[in-house]
């Protein structure tokens, strides 16, 4: 809990009614000062209550470049995880948090703002796994109304004011405006929410009825009719619903449906489908047969598969080559040895000129790679850090600059078919 009002007042109602509890504070050092008072004040009210209290003290940024997330989401992750760590290693039936029904109309907004599908439309669900949500009823002005009837102190978060965060724009410009249209929107939204919960439960329903009629799993790779598909009026809508895990867009779902060809191949970053005469084929990505290699201190030649890696040291730098299969780099900031491997999911580094870490994967999408060609990409990496995304991107990490006194050169050819033995 944070020592704002809303998890306050969730504290205060498990008390009341007697549940055994434990308090989970997480400090994303953002704030200063203000997190550490914070973190204080929640455990204040615990060694008061003699309730047991939970901390961890994060250091958010680095996370959140280490995941190449925003700080917010990396601030979200950090968060779920130590709760699960904490409800597993204690053995807490649950994890409560005091989202309530303002946060999930946010949520809704947001997603429409963005585009969603009808889970999208829900809101925030009350109950996910072990993750219980009990203040989902209750509007935000009805639990400061509480707290303060009640004598419950909080913590106000001075970043709530602002409107640096999407949630804070929609708190403070677009909410009030829909509220003048209707004054009783919370209460609607709740009413609202309700049947599109219901709606998400009847297409979960029908979904599995599809599964269960209409796709089939052979080895790894799963089948869905296509006629069946067709048969009912929005067939995009139902394929982007089964296949979506597999990280297919709604996009493509659309031009599967629209194409006629057979033969036809859309790639996601894991999996590629396949038209076929009677069903669409959904499949892992094979990984190529490149092994990783280690090149080591001193060696000047590698291969990998049917590409071969030269490795050069120049203790002159007169140019530095602007051709994509060469790249030049520091050479006392690269230890060796240097490990050649093929580029996987989660991969992220700073690529040259950038000042934050950005994922392959979205490196690989804004140079337009097609996705056959995305399975080909390897990448040089260095101690866990990597130097260069072979044919398209040196790290700024690694980069040349005028201290530079020595540089490695790397430089990628395809072998002769020929004469590869």
């Known amino acids: 809990m944070s020592g704002g009002v809303d998890s306050m007042v969730m504290l205060d109602l498990f008390v009341k009614a007697g549940f055994p509890v434990g308090v989970v504070h997480c400090n994303f050092q953002l704030r200063g000062s203000d997190s550490l008072e914070d973190e204080e004040f929640v455990r204040q009210r615990c060694k008061k209550t003699n309730i047991p209290f939970f901390t961890e003290r994060f250091d958010t940024v680095e996370s959140a470049g280490h995941y190449g997330l925003s700080i917010q989401l990396a601030a979200r992750k950090l968060r779920y995880d130590f709760f699960e760590t904490i409800r597993a290693r204690y053995a807490y039936d649950c994890i409560a948090t005091a989202h309530n029904l303002n946060d999930s109309l946010e949520t809704v907004l947001l997603n429409l703002s963005k585009g969603t599908g009808l889970k999208g439309l829900a809101g925030i669900p009350g109950k996910n796994g072990f993750v219980i949500r009990p203040l989902q009823f209750a509007s935000r002005d009805e639990i400061v109304r509480y707290a303060q009837e009640q004598g419950i102190g909080w913590r106000e978060d001075a970043s709530n004011a602002q409107d640096d965060y999407q949630r804070n724009f929609l708190r403070h410009h677009v909410i009030p405006r829909l509220k003048e249209l209707n004054p009783n929107l919370e209460q609607t939204f709740e009413k609202t929410r309700e049947r599109i919960s219901g709606a998400v439960d009847m297409t979960m329903a029908f979904l599995q009825n599809f599964r269960n009629s209409s796709v089939s799993q052979r080895g790894d790779a799963l089948y869905i009719n296509i006629n069946d598909l067709h048969q009912h009026s929005s067939p995009q809508v139902i394929l982007w619903e089964l296949i979506k895990e597999f990280g297919f867009n709604y996009d493509q779902c659309r031009d599967v449906i629209g194409t006629t060809h057979s033969g036809k191949r859309f790639y996601s970053s894991t999996h590629s489908l396949i038209v076929d005469r009677e069903a669409l084929i959904i499949s892992p990505v094979k990984d190529s047969a490149l092994p990783e290699i280690l090149i080591e201190a001193g060696q000047l030649l590698a291969t990998n598969g049917d590409v071969s890696l030269s490795i050069e040291i120049k203790s002159n730098i007169i140019s530095i080559d602007k ?99």
Do not use: C, Y
């Open 323 to 421: 051709l994509p299969t060469v790249a030049q780099v520091d050479a006392s900031l690269v230890s060796f040895p240097l490990r050649w491997r093929k580029w996987k999911a989660g991969d992220i580094f700073r690529p040259l000129g950038m000042n934050n870490h950005k994922k392959i994967s979205d490196l690989l999408i804004d140079l337009k790679v097609p996705a056959p060609e995305k399975e080909k990409v390897t990448v040089i990496e260095s101690a866990g850090k990597i130097v260069w995304v072979v044919g398209h991107r040196v790290s700024d990490e690694f980069k040349i600059t005028t201290s530079t006194t020595a540089s490695l050169r790397l430089k990628v050819q395809k072998l002769d078919p020929e004469k590869i033995s």
